[in-house]
DNA sequence: ACATATAGTAGGTATCACAAACCATCGTCC
DNA sequence: GGACGATGGTTTGTGATACCTACTATATGT
């Protein structure tokens, strides 16, 4: 049957295309990337450094410039913790709720926009599929709800 | 209904499940996951440098230094074009080609492995659906075939 | 022949990501 | 209560990525 992929082809552009809409917004915020998944992290609550380090899988070295660079936007903070004094606890400012609450709501309509052009029995397909996925493959929730 | 997500959601989570997987094959190989498109790109044919830059969406500068590096493992060449002597050819090395074969291969089985992980009803919906998508965006052919 | 577009490179800057070494604090175990 | 290993983060150094601007050389259209 021509026009049909397998499956790992599929994924594989898939990625690519969500990736490529991703990216496209934050360029229109003037976010990189990682700068966007870093406040995505921080949206519904402060983290702390390692926890940041575990759900973007990078090095914690990595988070600590990662981190450092958002934060002269004034977009986060850093702040003690009050129980354990070696840790920090990263929280977006005002500023930096307010992008990543646009910028939320934009990938969000991407990609409503990008569903809504397949029939809706798909759609609900997708969902569970996706969900299904997600949930068996331990995703951390670099988008979206932190609970399941 | 607890456990489903929005579909933007879903998708994002997926799209970084995919590229973590994506990513991990890159690394057991010690290439990089732009260098790894990159050589996937070239699987199936030499293309030329703006070719390259209009598939990956990378400015021209970008792919210039890319190729270089990838050109240094002696995973491909460049080689001058018979018809246009601005041009340049960039075409995978036998040990190259050799290299993007595996790599695919093991993208391929990790991606068709996720996929058996649900049932074939949903498996051949989620291959429907993203096949439909890639096609109807216009998704360049950074895997699998360019043809559709 | 001349203007313009196209193919690709060079240089400069910022970001990103890792590894290794390091400091400070926390918890535990004796 | 003090030594000791584990934990939370930063520093430093290196390499890769990606962009923009400027540039060279060749092609193409008029």
Chains 1, 2 share one sequence.
Do not use: W
Request: contains cysteine; hydrophobic residues 40%; glycine residues 4%.
């Amino acid at each position: 049957m021509s026009g049909v992929f397998t499956t790992p082809v599929a994924l594989v552009r898939l990625s690519y295309l969500v990736n490529a809409i991703y990216a496209d917004v934050c360029a229109t915020h003037g976010l990189s990337v990682p700068q966007a998944q870093l406040m995505c992290v921080l949206k519904d609550s402060p983290r702390g450094m390692g926890e940041i380090s575990a759900m973007l899988r990078l090095d914690k070295s990595s988070v600590t410039g990662l981190v450092e660079r958002v934060e002269r936007r004034d977009y986060l903070r850093r702040s003690m913790s009050a129980t354990d004094r070696r840790a920090i606890t990263v929280s977006l400012t005002p500023a930096g709720k307010a992008l990543t609450d646009t910028f939320y709501e934009e990938i969000s309509q991407r990609l409503t926009d990008l569903a809504t052009s397949m029939p809706t029995d798909d759609r609900d397909h997708l969902n569970r599929i996706a969900t299904h996925l997600v949930l068996t493959e331990d995703v951390p929730a670099v988008f979206g709800p932190v609970a399941s």
